[in-house]
């Protein structure tokens, strides 16, 4: 694998990190913590927004994250041919 | 058959398949003592992970600690889930592909320096056994209440299953055993949580009950019932914040980042064969953990709403008897103040009574089965469960401890000629010297469970995160940072904890806190600082020599783990 095709595979991965942390960002200390007294006006079931946010959804949606990043970084890996094919290739 | 009878098979059956296990996976080398050979399938990692991760306090401890905390509970359910996002994302994926067997590895190959090693060997021990303390207090109250023998004898026992499988069968052992423990504390944890919410509320899925109608026909949903009871009775309401917002902010980051740092979960992503495995398992491993995370918070709605409902106004001659059973070992204390008989459960803002009644947060998931009169099984799985979450987490500690003994401190730093088979000796030499240390703490525990557990977060995330993280994704970063970094945020955040712990519990409130920000928030200042103190100092000093910088290169691509994983079989 040359030089450039390294740094663009970098930086694509740098450029998905950026993307779910900032979601991770914004379902978590934003939904569960920083905004949760302005979302408990909504309700969700028998939930304030907010609540549900802190206790239930924000972990839900950790999960999703993984999954994304684990969707995305295995197609990132065949498009640039880095991925790992363990030892018994 | 009777609960005691209940209780002691299924503790016994659980015991005996862990055993067995053990026999089945002895470990005959180094690599399948430290990394059980490299080669265990991702969903098999991930229930690992999952249950080497939840321990005595997320099992125990954790519902009562929300049930008592209300919406701030929030800090411990986001704060222990959140850190997978970061471990799958910043860590996993680049451990894997460094590929060696332990943390310290990691930073001492890095950092190019034995200093860097040893430091981090002393940050993994000193982690470690805070951890692994909490685990054996909760091994304690599950033995002397369950099982009814004395603590000691319990830890006693408790010591002797751990000893036999983690020092035959070292990671390989752990591994497999962990697999049967998750489904073990899942189940047990499930079952009654199934049970209590289709009793209150018509849906046996307590995920989706919790923010149901409650099925007395009041038309009240679950949490409107319980912030009317606990108003009533002068507590807050249950989905109202108390503590600061950036208290909070604080707590839910330093036990997020926490968790991306802590040696025993770290090392798990060295087992699996390649790096997309790495990803994947940290996925498995949140998913098995959302399970019981989610269940958690509504197991404590629940467990309130019942305690609030039967004990607010009982006379106390009509105690039921799981009262009296708690009672009976102090995890409940009644003092009838008044002297009317009569069991009066008040909170802070309450009026008509003063409040007569201590109820210890580490009873709740245990008495709950009973307080909800479930079946007796029921119970002794909740025993079965308990133990399993402890003896998991310990296990997995103590072989950090091992590895850290063995191979970090003898073979990499003083004695690099020893061979193979003495170094697997030392191995099971020192874990079997760390379970009795580990003993000493069940027999002599330190305060509450998820407390003391929280501190080993703050710990790790102040030393560990900020130097393995800018290790991968900043190549400049070199060995004066890096131990700086760990040395000053390790250095600060114990020390804070130590001083409003146990130098002057009595200034520990919000106006002594350093900007408001209480013991348990503390790491993510250490990491902020651990940040600060490494970036500085490494710009102050020389670049990392060339071949550090081609490894850092190197990590960032996953092609090549499997062959590069040097194992000997």
């Given amino acids: ?89 | 058959m009777n609960e005691t009878a209940w209780i002691f098979s299924l503790v016994g059956l659980s015991f005996a398949l862990y055993i067995g296990i053990a026999i089945w996976s002895r470990a005959g080398s180094t690599g399948e003592f430290y990394v059980a050979g490299g080669n265990v399938p991702p969903v098999a990692n991930g229930l690992a992970t999952a249950a080497d991760w939840m321990s005595a306090a997320s099992f125990i401890s954790m519902a009562g600690l929300i049930s008592f905390m209300g919406r701030d509970g929030t800090v411990y359910l986001m704060g222990w889930t959140g850190g997978y996002v970061l471990l799958a994302l910043l860590l996993a994926p680049y451990l894997r592909k460094f590929g060696k067997y332990t943390v310290p590895d990691f930073v001492g190959d890095r950092y190019y320096s034995n200093v860097a090693r040893v430091v981090a060997v002393v940050c993994a021990i000193f982690i470690s056994f805070t951890y692994v303390a909490g685990q054996m207090r909760g091994v304690g109250i599950v033995f002397s209440r369950f099982l009814d023998v004395d603590i000691n004898t319990g830890v006693v026992i408790g010591m002797g299953v751990v000893f036999f499988y983690a020092v035959l069968g070292g990671m390989k052992g752990i591994t497999y055993t962990q697999v049967a423990q998750y489904c073990v504390l899942i189940f047990a944890y499930m079952v009654p949580a199934f049970f209590i919410s289709f009793m209150m509320t018509d849906m046996p899925i307590p995920q989706l009950g919790f923010g149901s109608e409650l099925a007395d026909g009041s038309g009240l949903s679950v949490l409107q019932k319980l912030d009317s009871l606990s108003t009533e009775l002068g507590f807050d309401p249950y989905t109202d914040g108390q503590k600061s917002t950036l208290d909070v902010f604080f707590i839910t980051a330093a036990l997020m980042v926490g968790t991306a740092g802590l040696p025993h979960v770290l090392v798990r992503f060295y087992t699996v064969p390649k790096v997309a495995d790495a990803r994947s398992s940290a996925g498995w491993a949140l998913l098995f953990i959302a399970l019981l995370y989610t269940t958690a918070p509504a197991i404590s709605a629940f467990a309130r709403t019942n305690i609030l409902n039967t004990v607010a106004d009982m006379p106390y001659e009509e105690a039921p008897s799981w009262f009296s059973n708690w009672e009976s070992i102090g995890l409940i204390k009644f003092d009838d103040k008044n002297g009317d008989g009569i069991v009066q459960y008040r909170g802070p803002h309450a009026t008509d009574f003063k409040n007569e009644l201590e109820i210890d947060k580490d009873i709740i998931v245990l008495a709950n089965p009973e307080i909800a009169q479930l079946p007796a099984w029921v119970i002794g799985l909740i025993a079965a469960g308990g133990l399993a979450a402890a003896l998991s987490t310990a296990a997995g500690l103590l072989l950090v401890i091992s590895s850290s003994v063995a191979h970090d401190l003898l073979k990499k730093t003083f004695k690099p000629s020893i061979t193979e088979k003495q170094e697997l000796l030392t191995a099971r030499i020192a874990a079997g010297i760390a379970i009795v240390i580990a003993g000493y703490f069940g027999i002599n525990p330190p305060g509450f469970v998820a407390q003391v557990v929280a501190f080993a977060f703050g710990l790790a995330a102040a030393s560990f995160f900020p130097v393995m993280v800018l290790g991968i994704f900043w190549k400049r970063m070199n060995k004066y940072g890096a131990i700086s970094g760990m040395i000053t945020g390790i250095g600060f955040t114990a020390a804070y904890i130590i001083f409003f712990k146990f130098v002057s519990p009595e200034l520990n409130s919000a106006e002594h806190w350093l900007l408001g920000i209480s013991p348990e928030g503390i790491g993510t200042l250490g990491m902020l600082i651990n940040i600060v103190v490494s970036v500085v100092i490494t710009l102050v000093t020389p670049k990392p020599p060339e071949e550090i910088q081609q490894f850092v290169e190197s990590i960032r691509v996953p092609v090549g783990a499997g062959e590069a994983h040097e194992l000997s079989a």
């Fill in chain 1, 1 to 89: 694998m040359d030089q450039s095709s390294r740094q663009l595979y970098w930086r694509k991965n740098l450029q998905y990190l950026a993307f779910l942390l900032a979601f991770w960002f914004i379902v978590s200390f934003g939904c569960g913590i920083l905004f949760v007294d302005y979302l408990d006006q909504f309700k969700i079931g028998g939930f304030g927004l907010g609540f549900w946010f802190a206790q239930q959804g924000a972990i839900y949606f950790f999960v999703l994250q993984i999954i994304i990043y684990v969707v995305l970084m295995n197609r990132l890996d065949r498009q640039f041919g880095v991925e790992d094919k363990g030892a018994d290739q």
